[in-house]
């Protein structure tokens, strides 16, 4: 008896095994969740298929968040197969290296669009076709976000700003898609080391600053990451949605 037999969940954001999304996508699997992978680009499909196989999933598809096109491939896909979902984890997001340096007051209107668009509208896009095939099952959205929304961390810069857009995101569409029973929630992380922080100047300052502050005086991992995104997938998360939940070893909420 798992939390999470019979449901059906696709996962978006695995790049390799140190993606968040990989450690969700082995949680819910645990607890009995049948799952879909999507990879971004044909790179990464020698990445993902080993890793999606490995739990038994059938569905490996792919799928740039930026294209209607390919989105929508993809859930006529799982229409298909499935003919209904109950889980949809976003943990995709995106900026122009050029834009994570310097100052916020230089970004350019490209890499605003861009960054907004992969980031923050994706979720939108990936919300108005998973609820078609979530009514009348219940059904969870999870996204994953960072404190860089809501306080200036050097670099972070048009990152955070679609990270403000994301959140804000999950409040509407919680609003929205309260009435078909659909939970939708973001999860906001503390500084892990994965592929979207390798390059990142001064990365390894960050951990070491959140370790020495944070009230647990540790960093998180991704598992610890996958075991709040396992509640807020399964029926133990029933009455919660619209929540920004912080899995940060408890650093944003200190002062000095
Ligand atoms: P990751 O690099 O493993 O995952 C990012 C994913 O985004 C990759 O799988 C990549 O392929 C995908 N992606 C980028 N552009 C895409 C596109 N156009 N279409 C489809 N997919 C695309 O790194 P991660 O740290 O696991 O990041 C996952 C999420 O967690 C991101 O939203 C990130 O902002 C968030 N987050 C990360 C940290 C951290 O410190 N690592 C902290 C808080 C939040
Ligand atoms: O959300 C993120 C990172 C997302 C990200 C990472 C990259 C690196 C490679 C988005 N786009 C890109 N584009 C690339 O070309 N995090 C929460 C991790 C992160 O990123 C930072 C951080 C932290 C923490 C960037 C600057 C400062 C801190």
Redesign the pocket.
């Known amino acids: 008896m798992g939390l999470l037999d019979n449901k059906k969940g696709i996962i978006f954001g695995v790049a390799n095994e140190k993606s968040i999304a990989w450690a969700i996508a082995q949680r819910l699997h645990k607890e009995g969740a049948e799952l879909a992978f999507t990879y971004a680009g044909e790179v990464l499909i020698d990445r993902v298929t080993p890793l999606a196989e490995s739990i038994g999933s059938k569905l490996i598809l792919p799928c740039d968040v930026s294209k209607d096109d390919e989105i929508d491939t993809v859930f006529n896909k799982i229409k298909e197969v499935w003919g209904g979902l109950d889980i949809l984890v976003h943990s995709v997001?995106?900026?122009?290296?050029e834009?994570?340096?310097g100052m916020y007051a230089d970004t350019t209107r490209e890499g605003f669009r861009i960054?907004l668009d992969?980031?923050a509208y994706s979720l939108v896009a990936l919300a108005k076709r998973a609820y078609l095939l979530m009514e009348g099952r219940g059904g969870s959205i999870i996204t994953?976000?960072?404190l860089?929304s809501e306080r200036v961390?050097?670099?972070?810069?048009v990152?955070g700003v679609a990270?403000a857009a994301l959140e804000a995101s999950v409040r509407y569409l919680a609003a929205d898609l309260g009435q078909k029973g659909i939970k939708v929630n973001a999860i906001s992380?503390g500084?892990?080391r994965?592929?979207?922080?390798?390059?990142?100047?001064?990365?390894r300052e960050?951990l070491h600053h959140v370790e020495e502050r944070a009230p647990l005086k540790r960093n998180v991992s991704a598992d610890d990451v996958a075991r709040t995104a396992l509640y807020l997938c399964s029926e133990l998360s029933n009455g919660v949605t619209g929540e920004i939940i912080y899995v940060d070893a408890g650093y944003n909420i200190v002062g000095m």
């Open positions: 997001a995106f900026a122009s290296k834009e994570l340096k960054a992969v980031s994953m976000t960072y860089g961390l050097p670099n972070y810069n990152m990270k992380a500084p892990i994965t592929l979207a922080a390798m390059g990142i100047a001064g990365f960050i």
